[in-house]
């Protein structure tokens, strides 16, 4: 079956535009995650989404990142005002049940924003 | 809150060679998961294995092998006989509640013909 998607797979944008990020999950997952990688770093995690609950925004680096979910599917993680700092790999992974501890997540491809 | 060390920055090994990825996790929590991630060059991370904090029961699958000892919080994990393929970047990640991964820096690994 098809795995998480991810788009664009490449970002160059200008200091100061908004950007969106989206994700497609594995379908039937309720659980989506957005992990943000720099260079030479781990995974930096940002936001998680689990079925109908409010997200845990905990990881949002600042106020000018969101991201929602429409429908229990699709993702978009939002950048607004980019900044030179928000260049880094953004990934997205999915889950079946996300509330199980022990709960495998697939991850895709992701998307490399370079903010010039 | 969790935390992860991958000590480990870089590995180079010559094909065929064993080789161990160290991981030292710190958790107030009694009940977690750990789990090994594989990031190859293409960019995409790959579940490899999971331990439940439980079963410290050494496991071998092929040419992986992984070592838990909970009374020194580390979880490594160890290539016997390693190729080309697993030249990679592995992370190292705790899991407890409904909480997401908590990622080490991860440690690359070269393996050279």
């Known amino acids: 079956g098809a795995g998480v998607s991810q788009s664009p797979s490449n970002k160059v944008t200008e200091k100061g535009k908004d950007v969106e990020l989206r994700c497609d999950p594995i379908s039937g997952h309720t659980a989506l995650y957005w992990y943000r990688q720099s260079l030479g770093q781990g995974l930096e995690f940002l936001i998680y989404?689990?079925?109908?609950?409010?997200?845990?925004k905990s990881g949002l680096p600042s106020d000018r990142f969101s991201a929602e979910r429409t429908g229990g599917s699709v993702s978009t993680l939002t950048i607004q005002r980019t900044q030179q700092e928000d260049s880094a790999v953004y990934l997205c992974?999915?889950?079946?049940?996300?509330?199980?501890?022990?709960?495998?997540?697939?991850f895709g491809p992701g998307t490399r924003l370079t903010v010039l | 809150a969790q935390k992860v060390t991958q000590a480990q920055t870089e590995i180079s090994v010559v094909e065929k060679e064993d080789v161990t990825l160290d991981c030292v996790y710190e958790t107030r929590d009694t009940t977690y998961y750990l789990f090994w991630y594989k990031q190859p060059p293409s960019g995409e991370l790959v579940f490899l294995i999971r331990r439940n904090s439980f079963d410290e029961q050494n496991e071998i699958s092929g040419r992986y092998s992984w070592n838990f000892q909970k009374s020194t919080s580390s979880f490594n994990f160890t290539i016997t006989a390693s190729q080309v393929v697993d030249s990679a970047v592995y992370f190292c990640a705790p899991r407890s509640g409904n909480t997401p991964l908590v990622f080490g820096k991860g440690t690359r690994l070269s393996v050279i013909a």
């Open positions: 992974a999915s889950s079946l049940l996300g509330l199980a501890v022990s709960d495998e997540q697939f």
């Open positions: 989404f689990q079925g109908n609950s409010a997200p845990d």
